[in-house]
């Protein structure tokens, strides 16, 4: 069974995990999405019940018609009391908080938020169901958080570490897993894929960045 973990387009807004509509750039995002997948079978959709994600799911699912279901087991990493945040206030609030993060030595929750595990074993029950559908192509349109835990933890990465895994995952990458029922394991066979959006340097989170850091200094 394969399993396609997919990061949602690009949402209207850059506070912190906020639930918002996408952003006309993360429409096209998960029109190209579905372009490209729409000839590898897909059988079956989930998605989290975060807007982003749900209206990413819905676009792409023009080109696949197949079921959608939503998992609230599915959403991002909850980061406390970071929520509703910019980057500078974040920076500025939690400045301890990140240099600890950054040191990369334990699994530390965010402030009033979640760690990577707790994101694991939230979301482990819902891989393993999905394994044992019947379904051979899986597509699960969900977060950033939730694809480097959930690969961290198949790897046998020590969970600390998961925001080592791609320092920009693409929104409408995907990320590739497949189940082996023999070993009850999943195995990664590709990591934010994003090859459909190459072309467009404007739908790039590095295009995304340097809007919000502004003209560089002449």
């Known amino acids: 069974m394969r399993l396609y973990l997919i990061r949602h387009g690009r949402q209207c807004s850059k506070l912190c995990n906020v639930d918002v509509d996408l952003s006309e750039a993360g429409y ?52 406390g009391e970071m929520e509703g945040l910019s980057d500078a206030q974040i920076a500025v609030k939690f400045a301890d908080f990140k240099a600890e993060q950054q040191k990369m030595e334990y699994d ?23 394994a044992e559908s019947g379904y051979q192509k899986v597509a699960v349109v969900t977060h950033g958080g939730v694809i480097r835990s959930m690969v961290a933890h198949y790897m046998g990465l020590d969970l600390s570490k998961w925001r080592t895994l791609g320092s920009r995952l693409e929104n409408c990458s995907i990320t590739e897993l497949e189940w082996h029922p023999s070993s009850r394991r999943f195995t990664l066979e590709r990591f934010n894929d994003h090859a459909h959006l190459s072309v467009y340097p404007e739908l790039l989170r590095e295009a995304w960045v340097e809007e919000e850091m502004g003209p560089p200094l002449q």
């Open 28 to 79: 096209q995002q998960s029109v190209l999405l579905g372009q490209r997948t729409a000839q590898d079978g897909i059988q079956v959709v989930y998605s989290s019940g975060l807007k982003r994600a749900i209206q990413t799911a819905q676009i792409a699912n023009y080109y696949w018609n197949v079921e959608h279901f939503m998992y609230p087991e599915l959403r991002e990493i909850s980061y």
């Open 108 to 130: 530390i929750p965010y402030p009033g938020g979640e760690s990577a595990g707790d994101v694991v074993r939230r979301v482990i029950p819902v891989f393993r169901q999905i």
